[in-house]
């Protein structure tokens, strides 16, 4: 089993969640955050989710406050911003830590497999890693590239 499959994340109605129950899918993971200017890159990540969730992608969305405290609310507050104002319907996290000591490991292993050109730290929220459907790295993704500029990476890796 890939290191990343042997990673946990609580999800935001506080279930935990093994990434091994997406082993076999193409993961889309995204620190995101609900008051940010990259806010409606949720409406794209779920146009994305919908198109090719059959095929295999899967997308995570990990709320971030460190970054201008642009996620400053609880649970019940991120959900009414990507439930009810986004439609999003793909799997949710409660809010993590992407830098600095309180990193949760889910970005510690991804930052260190692909670091970028911050030499490991994410620069903004809506950072993007494109997880193979073995749990290897694929390709990071700076905040302003849209989920729209990445579609034609995500059909080719689900081609596999």
Request: glycine share 10%; aromatic share 12%.
């Amino acid at each position: 089993m890939s290191t990343f499959h042997q990673l946990t994340a609580t999800s935001l109605n506080g279930q935990l969640i093994s990434m091994a129950d997406y082993a076999g899918k193409l993961v889309l993971v995204v620190n995101t955050a609900s008051h940010c200017g990259f806010t409606p890159q949720y409406a794209g990540l779920e146009a994305l989710y919908k198109k090719y969730n059959t095929q295999g992608l899967v997308v995570l969305g990990f709320p971030c406050n460190q970054f201008g405290k642009q996620e400053p609310g609880g649970a019940d507050e991120i959900a009414q911003t990507c439930y009810v104002n986004y439609g999003v319907s793909f799997p949710m996290f409660e809010k993590v830590e992407v830098n600095g000591a309180a990193t949760h490991p889910v970005f510690r292993y991804l930052k260190d497999e692909l670091p970028g050109i911050l030499g490991g730290r994410i620069k903004w929220n809506f950072t993007k890693f494109l997880v193979g459907r073995d749990g290897k790295p694929l390709k990071r993704f700076a905040p302003f590239t849209t989920p729209e500029k990445i579609e034609t990476v995500i059909f080719d890796a689900l081609k596999i």
